[in-house]
């Protein structure tokens, strides 16, 4: 039987019910919790010590799902002392913290508001983004905070159970990325931890400094991309490494893209044609990897070539790719595309 079975965050997995816990946890830091509460008082005072709040003003009030002017959503937790609202908190459970959200936040609460984002959410694309006045704690340090009192409630021990599970289980999905074996391999692909790590692993074998990002499509079905050649105004699309998954499943591709074709489409289908060619005559350099014909996508953007990770397990990927990426950004050089280094 697993220690997790009869956790009470299996079942608690909204933002709402999260926020909750949260917000109870805040209320715990005022004076009058100390002897009814040590544990949670002792990790509400820690939590205020690591968002920066030194000294609170007496009675802690915490309200939840407050209005803000002008917005429509609502603010998770507000916490106030006797001085007034001091702190803001939004919490994600599996939501991807949003830099507009929050910045729509700060600037309805003021310039001398902060506000923290607790987040369990995967979030390794998303912290730079984040404006300077918002404090970030994601899965791990929510964990930290909670150590030396986890025992000291229950519901900080399940809580605390719950992300140190949390925690192994996207390690799990990263290994299980690079796995052989079809099936444990589609398993972390159908996430977004699984395909970072993968497209990490790619990145780090062609020596890309490259940005790496991350979506999903209308489906909700995740997708990867590493842009190792921006692009320009002028003659030049960008060109990106693609971790997405179909009907005929996982794959990896390498795509042209142009938000307005310049200066015509035509333009376009004829700079795809030279960076096909490229590409092909870059794979065949590689006795092990097995590309599929490449797929229309229509105007914005341009499947330059394929493969399918049945067909390409990442270990021969990875092993392969290196002399194709080579190859083929040194084509890409000599006709001046703007390859990131």
């Given amino acids: 039987m697993s220690d997790m079975t009869f956790n009470l965050f299996n079942d608690v997995n909204y933002e709402l019910s999260h926020s909750a816990v949260w917000a109870w946890v805040l209320r715990c830091a005022d004076d009058s919790a100390a002897d009814v509460h040590p544990g949670p008082h002792k990790l509400a ?41 001091f702190l803001a908190v939004e919490t994600k459970v599996s939501a991807i913290p949003s830099a507009e959200q929050a910045l729509r936040y700060l600037s309805a609460l003021g310039p001398g508001a902060q506000l923290v984002i607790l987040s369990s959410a995967f979030d390794l694309d998303v912290r730079a983004d984040l404006p300077k006045r918002c404090r970030y704690i994601g899965l791990a340090e929510m964990q ?8 000291s409630h229950p519901v900080l021990s399940d809580y605390s159970a719950w992300l140190a599970h949390r925690r192994s289980e996207r390690a799990r999905l990263a290994r299980q990325a690079l796995s052989a074996e079809e099936g444990v391999r589609a398993e972390a692909l159908a996430t977004p931890e699984g395909q970072w790590s993968l497209m990490s692993a790619i990145g780090q074998a ?9 979506a999903k499509n209308l489906g909700g079905t995740p997708w990867t991309q590493l842009c190792f050649c921006d692009g320009d105004e002028k003659a030049h699309d960008a060109i990106f490494y693609r971790i997405d998954r179909s009907a005929r499943g996982d794959y990896f591709s390498v795509r042209q893209y142009e938000s307005e074709p310049f200066p015509s489409v035509s333009a376009k289908l004829a700079r795809l044609e030279k960076l096909r060619a490229w590409w092909a005559d870059a794979c065949a350099r590689s006795k092990s990897l097995v590309p599929r014909q490449a797929r229309s996508r229509g105007k914005k953007e341009s499947e330059i070539g394929w493969f399918l990770l049945s067909e390409n397990v990442p270990t021969v990927l990875l092993g392969e790719l290196p002399r194709v990426h080579k190859a083929f950004i040194a084509r890409l050089r000599d006709a001046g595309w703007p390859v990131v280094s």
């Fill in 45 to 85: 005072r820690r939590f205020f010590e690591r968002v920066g709040v030194r000294r609170t003003s007496g009675q802690i009030v915490v309200r939840r799902e407050v209005v803000l002017p002008g917005l429509r959503d609502r603010l998770d937790i507000e916490v106030a002392d006797a001085k007034g609202q």
């Fill in 144 to 151: 930290e905070l909670l150590k030396p009192n986890a025992d």
């Fill in 206 to 214: 062609v020596g890309s400094s490259g940005s790496q990002y991350r």
